[in-house]
């Protein structure tokens, strides 16, 4: 036998410092709320983790909002239909928002021409 051959092999640990640590948390984050971000169209305002969404009236009108699509169903004066991945929900100006496709959806304003929706995780 050759010496060494079957000797036990030592194994290094390369650990992050601290510092490096959270500079890489941190640019983890940033990758994650600019790819946030980036899912939002022209008619979508995002922040991290609220967006403001407007609707046109007509009909097959859609938004793809913090990877969830939104469609407009029909709209009175204060009251929206909304159809959130496959679910239909009604939203009333004022009121309390309402839950759907993982998301929480209240109504912000109706006119002629649009809808706009506060949707937030």
Same mark, same amino acid.
Request: charged residues 20%; contains cysteine.
């Given at each position: ?25 941190? @640019? ?5 709320? @600019? ?16 967006? !403001?969404? !407007? ?12 990877? *969830? ?9 204060? !009251? *929206? !239909? ?7 929900? #009604? @939203? ?10 993982? @998301? ?5 304003? *109706?006119?002629?021409? #649009?809808?706009? *929706?506060?949707?937030?995780?």
């Amino acid at each position: 036998m050759w010496p060494g051959l079957l000797a036990p092999r030592t194994v290094e640990r390369v650990l992050i410092s601290q510092p490096r640590h959270r500079i890489a948390a941190a @640019l983890a984050s940033a990758a994650l709320g @600019l790819a946030l971000l980036t899912g939002c169209g022209d008619d979508v305002s995002c922040g991290l983790d609220q967006c !403001t969404v !407007t609707i046109a009236r007509e009909n097959n009108a859609s938004v793809d909002v913090l990877g *969830v699509e939104a469609k407009f169903v029909s709209a009175d004066e204060d !009251t *929206v !239909t909304l159809d959130v991945a496959g679910e239909q929900i #009604q @939203l009333t100006k004022g009121q309390q928002a309402v839950e759907a496709g993982g @998301l929480t959806f209240s109504l912000s304003s *109706v006119t002629q021409d #649009q809808i706009q *929706v506060e949707v937030s995780r």
